[in-house]
């Protein structure tokens, strides 16, 4: 667990880094164009082409991670034509969406639009039309970075956005009237990821032949577990689509205070909950390949702990500041004191279901390491209906805050029935032990908020920077909940702390 858990410190660190410079995207978008019809276009627009085949890439790199592995592990020799053959159908199906996008363009965007009308309509479609050519580029990318996973190169996987950032903020900030700027910088971010990722994956040995022959027992192994997996992996982004799609039916702005506010939770999630996955999941596969259950068991139950370590303090942190944090971020140029309101609102109710989203990505990739592919997509299937029915029962009286509040819920729910049909599948997991663990980090951060609340309102009152202000109020946070897990004896501080201190003593010279 200690070399996975190095690697999950690495993608943590670099992903901060990728993540500030996509809050400064976020902040470039919201001091040029604040929460208008432009802004929300442009939310859509970026969301659709990018998110959904995000969603195809993610999925394909995680079923090419495991049917690797296990060629690997048991067929030595047929993995090399594999590697070659994905590459290819990675590209053609790249392919194929851009030309399914742009002949059905239109009635896509206005299915996850549905309040768009006229030049609203017609700016996203435009934006769509030409962000979709970023696919080229993301097909084939996802497999480097499954390849470069594999080879234990997580610093550049964990970089791997900072060129769409740089190109995306630069466009935003210089586009003015022209329109058309803000869709090529997302092109041009995206070919920037893909050139990043193939020299870093050239320098590991990586080759490539073009391999057509996708007839095969591999790849038909391969494509039976792309589309589940697509349907587990992208759950949260489908029900972002429809909380925007839904949010589009209330008053102006709401698309974009709900993008706004699902950035802000979204960096919790890729900093912790992505980086650590994304360390673990080449280990649940070598496990399970070599049907070490013991072992897979012991991996995926210090891993929910260490998430449970950062996110339930970062959860309560969000619900304390979430008003303070959004006004810190983006309450400037034409975002309004309202518009901080509204953000603030959300921020809070999706805080409310980190924890939950955060063990359902750590359980779905055990099913998937088992190549057990039917249980996530039907729990995939009832969280996308559960949203749909929370979000319409309670946007009549909550509006913006019942969205973000319905998407919380439903991921509540999805995540117990996952981890309960877990235990059934391989016996006992060790929740009891879980749940143990979780009570005494909850006790922790309800001390840290005791502590911290009341510090930050006096301390508000010595100063008038925010910044400052927050500042000090979260490392007095750090610290009291540090000393509260020290004293109720948290043992994923302890492996977190060792991980740490042996990454750093590994590169002292000798």
């Keep these: 667990m200690n070399k996975t858990a190095v690697h999950a410190i690495i993608m943590v660190l670099t992903t901060i880094l990728a993540k500030v410079l996509g809050f400064c995207r976020e902040l470039s978008l919201a001091f040029s164009y604040g929460a208008s019809n432009v802004s ?20 394909m790199l995680t079923s090419y991670i495991s049917v690797y592995t296990d060629l690997q ?5 047929e993995e090399k034509p594999f590697h070659d053959q994905v590459i290819t159908m990675s590209f053609l199906l790249s392919v194929a969406f851009i030309a399914v996008f742009m002949a059905l363009r239109y009635p896509i965007v206005r299915l996850f639009a549905l309040g768009f009308e006229g030049e609203q309509l017609d700016l996203a479609v435009n934006l769509s039309s030409i962000m979709i050519a970023s696919l080229v580029f993301l097909g084939v990318g996802y497999i480097l970075q499954g390849y470069l996973q594999m080879k234990g190169c997580f610093f550049a996987v964990g970089m791997v956005s900072v060129p769409l950032n740089i190109a995306v903020i630069a466009t935003i900030l210089t586009s003015g009237q022209n329109y058309d700027m803000l869709g090529w910088g997302v092109v041009i971010g995206y070919a920037g990821e893909f050139i990043l990722v193939l020299l870093v994956a050239l320098r ?23 589309l589940p997996i697509f349907l587990g992996k992208t759950i949260n982004s489908i029900n972002i689509l429809i909380d925007k799609s839904i949010a589009s039916l209330l008053s102006e702005g709401v698309v974009s205070v709900m993008n706004y506010g699902n950035r802000i939770t979204g960096f919790v999630t ?43 303090p970062v959860s309560a942190g969000m619900m304390m500041f979430s008003k303070e944090f959004v006004q810190l971020l983006f309450f400037r140029g034409e975002f309004t004191e309202y518009d901080v309101q509204r953000t603030g609102e ?3 109710f999706y805080a409310l279901g980190l924890l939950f ?4 990505e750590v359980t779905i990739n055990v099913y998937y390491a088992l190549q057990d592919t039917k249980t996530p997509t039907w729990n995939s299937v009832l969280a996308i209906v559960l949203n749909i029915v929370l979000n319409l029962l309670l946007m009549q009286k909550m509006e913006h805050k019942g969205l973000a509040l319905a998407t919380a819920l439903s ?20 929740y009891r032990y879980l749940a143990g663990t979780y009570l005494k980090m909850m006790i922790a951060a309800g001390a840290m908020t005791a502590a911290t609340l009341p510090f930050y309102h006096w301390f508000a009152t010595k100063t008038t920077s925010l910044l400052v202000g927050l500042l000090v109020a979260v490392l007095v946070a750090m610290v009291v909940y540090f000393l509260a897990c020290l004293l109720l004896r948290v043992k994923e501080l302890g492996y977190v702390v060792v991980a740490i201190a042996e990454r750093f003593h590994r590169k002292r010279p000798a």
């Design 40 to 59: 929300d276009a442009y939310v859509v627009a970026f969301t659709l082409p990018t998110i959904l085949f995000s969603g195809l890439g993610t999925a």
């Design 73 to 77: 592990q048991n067929h030595p020799g």
């Design 204 to 226: 590991r040995q990586f080759s490539y032949h073009p391999d057509a022959a996708f007839r095969n027992r591999n790849v038909r192994h391969f494509l039976i577990m792309v």
């Design 270 to 312: 890729s900093v912790f909950v992505v980086s650590i996955t994304t360390a673990l999941f080449p280990q649940l596969s070598r496990l399970s390949a070599a049907s070490d259950t013991k072992q897979l068991k012991r991996t995926y139950r210090s891993s929910c702990g260490i998430i449970g370590l950062f996110v339930i």
């Design 346 to 348: 959300v921020v809070f």
């Design 357 to 360: 989203y955060s063990l359902k």
């Design 411 to 430: 991921g509540f729910i999805t995540t117990l029935l996952l981890i309960i049909l877990l235990q059934r599948k391989m016996g006992h997991m060790g």
